[in-house]
Nanobody, 131 residues
Framework: QLQLVESGGGLVQPGGSLRLSCAAS????????IGWFRQAPGKEREGGSC????????YYTNSVKGRFTISRDNAKNSVFLQMNSVNPEDTGVYYC????????????????????????WGQGTQVTVSS
């Protein structure tokens, strides 16, 4: 099973920036959806952004669109999340997750960002936005 390890979390002031990294053990299939999810205290885990490992198509929810950028480096089996203009509502544990499948399945997984569609998860990294 694919193993994922997140890093880069920490404390950041409102309006600041942070870059998260997700290192994968190996992308053995042609198609993966790699998503970033946030779990705020007392709330369910929710998706914010996603990228196709094959063609680099990106997907964002309205809450992060224009502020966060997801990218990939297939040579390093890594996916990144650049977080800009953060606000306290961005606080939470950030997880990266992977969903293998066909191109159609990857597109669907990234479009809906449903946690049940993602079978591999990292351990999470804490992001706290506070002054």
């Amino acid at each position: 099973q694919l193993q994922l390890v997140e890093s880069g979390g920490g404390l950041v002031q409102p309006g600041g920036s942070l870059r998260l990294s997700c290192a994968a053990s190996e992308f053995t299939l042609d198609y993966y959806a790699i998503g970033w999810f946030r779990q705020a205290p007392g709330k369910e885990r929710e998706g914010g952004s996603c990228i196709s490992s094959n063609d680099g198509s990106t997907y964002y929810t309205n809450s992060v669109k224009g502020r966060f950028t997801i990218s990939r480096d297939n040579a390093k089996n890594s996916v990144f999340l650049q977080m800009n203009s953060v606000n306290p509502e961005d606080t939470g544990v950030y997880y990266c997750a992977a969903a293998p499948g066909t191109a159609v399945q990857v597109h669907r997984a990234c479009t809906y960002l449903a946690t049940r569609d993602f079978g591999s998860w990292g351990q999470g990294t804490q992001v706290t936005v506070s002054s």
